[in-house]
C-alpha cells in the first residue's frame, strides 16, 4: 500500500495520540514498544508514531522464528 506524505503524517499523529492513551502518557514513556509489522508504509507509520510520541520502540521481523520472537518479547 501506498501512503501520501499527508496520509502517513496522519496516520503517525493518530497512532502517538491512542499511545498516549492506553499507556499513560508519560508515565510510561520508558516501556519499550515492539513493532512487529510487515515492511511497508504502514510499518513506517508505526515507526513515526512513535517518534512524534517519545517512545522507545523496536522494529520486528514478523518471519523471525517464534522461538526467537519469544525470547525477544520476554
Known amino acids: 500500500r501506498q501512503m501520501s506524505y499527508q496520509e502517513l503524517g496522519s496516520a503517525a499523529r493518530g497512532l502517538a495520540v491512542a499511545t498516549d492513551r492506553t499507556l499513560g502518557g508519560r508515565s510510561q514513556r520508558e516501556l519499550l514498544i515492539f513493532i512487529e ?3 511497508g508504509a504502514e510499518q513506517a507509520a508505526a515507526m513515526l508514531g ?3 510520541g517519545g517512545r522507545c520502540f523496536c522494529p520486528v521481523d514478523p518471519s523471525m522464528p517464534q522461538a526467537r520472537l519469544s525470547a525477544m518479547y520476554a
Do not use: H, Y
Open 37 to 39: 509489522i510487515e515492511r
Open 50 to 52: 512513535m517518534v512524534l
